[in-house]
T-cell receptor, first 114, second 113 residues
Framework: GAGVSQSPSNKVTEKGKDVELRCDPI?????LYWYRQSLGQGLEFLIY????????KSGLPSDRFSAERTGGSVSTLTIQRTQQEDSAVYLC????????????FGEGSRLTVL | QKEVEQDPGPLSVPEGAIVSLNCTYS??????FMWYRQYSRKGPELLMY????GNKEDGRFTAQVDKSSKYISLFIRDSQPSDSATYLC?????????????FGTGTQLKVEL
């Protein structure tokens, strides 16, 4: 597709379950970001992948959060043992111009932890 | 204190009004400044991008950066109902956007007929 694709668009889970969120970036984009958007909190940086370099994981809030990017394309964000405070919209973005801040965002995966 | 402060609004204006949206920041290393627009249930989309201080105009939109005051603004002229959205300021440092953007919390704007 032409844009960043994220799935699922909505996910409701029970506290303690694991969830996986997927991001398909724009073809040819070497940089990929995950952000979290909570009500009234703005966008919170989670993790950044650039080509074959080691990812910048400095924004991951706990060791329950992890992310992979396979083959320099698709990325999966995994949240283990979900907690209610993990409820948020998880946004993925990609870009070719990692030095200019021009990010292209997907529509997000809305996670609700009951 | 957050690195980037932005009034969450909501801000309600009549159609045709001039809108002023603002952010302040504390990190003097920020060099690249952006405004993103986010419609409800959608991802943010880049609206304006400015490097260092100065003004940039694009149609009805003008972005201003005052690094001495650590203050950035977005002006919308002749506002339209289609401008109703949340506007997020974002910024990053000398290394460019290569790592991460720091976002404001967003200002919710409603332009009424």
């Amino acid at each position: 597709g032409a844009g960043v694709s994220q799935s699922p668009s909505n996910k409701v889970t029970e506290k303690g379950k694991d969830v996986e969120l997927r991001c398909d970036p724009i073809s040819g984009h070497t940089a990929l970001y995950w952000y979290r958007q909570s009500l009234g909190q703005g966008l919170e940086f989670l993790i950044y992948f650039q080509g074959n370099s080691a990812p910048d994981k400095s924004g991951l809030p706990s060791d329950r959060f992890s992310a992979e990017r396979t083959g320099g394309s698709v990325s999966t964000l995994t949240i283990q043992r979900t907690q209610q405070e993990d409820s948020a919209v998880y946004l993925c973005a990609s870009t070719t111009q990692a030095n200019t801040g021009e990010l292209f965002f997907g529509e997000g995966s809305r996670l609700t932890v009951l | 204190q957050k690195e980037v402060e932005q009034d969450p609004g909501p801000l309600s204006v009549p159609e045709g009004a001039i809108v002023s949206l603002n952010c302040t920041y504390s990190n003097s290393a920020f060099q690249y400044f952006m405004w993103y627009r986010q419609y409800s249930r959608k991802g943010p989309e880049l609206l304006m991008y400015t490097y260092s201080s100065g003004n940039k105009e694009d149609g009805r939109f003008t972005a201003q950066v005052d690094k001495s005051s650590k203050y950035i603004s977005l002006f919308i002229r002749d506002s339209q109902p289609s401008d109703s959205a949340t506007y997020l300021c974002a910024m990053t440092g000398l290394t460019g956007g290569g790592n991460k953007l720091t976002f404001g919390t967003g200002t919710q704007l409603k332009v009424e007929l």
